[in-house]
């Protein structure tokens, strides 16, 4: 389910099968990595959607985390650790993290959550047909990801 109205109003009729939250990290850069970064910020928002179709009914695709590039590390974890906090209150069991960052895989200790970092491919030269071939075979991948998280806890 995406964070839209009648996704929302689906997820306020089915909440106790909803078990799974997803917030996607979306870096931005105004410096040299500008375009690398709007590049990471396209990849993982293609992928969610993609994610979200697969899992709907068990998933809800929060919107995503845009972030500053030239923000402190710890003060980006507190951020998070508060999204953290509301989220497992309001009934997820399982929150899942999504991002072509590689900065983030220093933080995860430091999070509750479970990261998944995927590296970014560059889509911006590809036609659709082939971008949308790329982004099921990365969510194939990424299905297996959730399913081994969700049975480590049945």
Do not use: C, H
């Amino acid at each position: 389910m995406k964070w839209i109205p009648q996704d929302i109003d689906q997820y306020l009729q089915a909440k106790e099968y909803v078990d799974t939250a997803v917030l996607p990290l979306l870096p931005v850069s105004f410096d040299a990595d500008i375009k690398q970064t709007a590049s990471m910020t396209e990849f993982i928002t293609l992928l969610s959607i993609q994610l979200e179709r697969q899992f709907k009914g068990r998933l809800l695709l929060l919107p995503g985390f845009s972030y500053l590039k030239s923000v402190e590390e710890d003060k980006l974890v507190e951020n998070l650790r508060v999204w953290e906090t509301e989220i497992l209150q309001k009934g997820f069991k399982y929150f899942f993290y999504v991002t072509s960052d590689s900065q983030w895989k220093t933080s995860e200790k430091a999070l509750n959550g479970s990261l998944i970092w995927i590296p970014s491919l560059p889509l911006e030269n590809m036609d659709e047909q082939y971008k949308k071939s790329i982004l099921e075979d990365q969510v194939k991948q990424l299905l297996n990801v959730f399913i081994q998280k969700w049975r480590e806890n049945e």
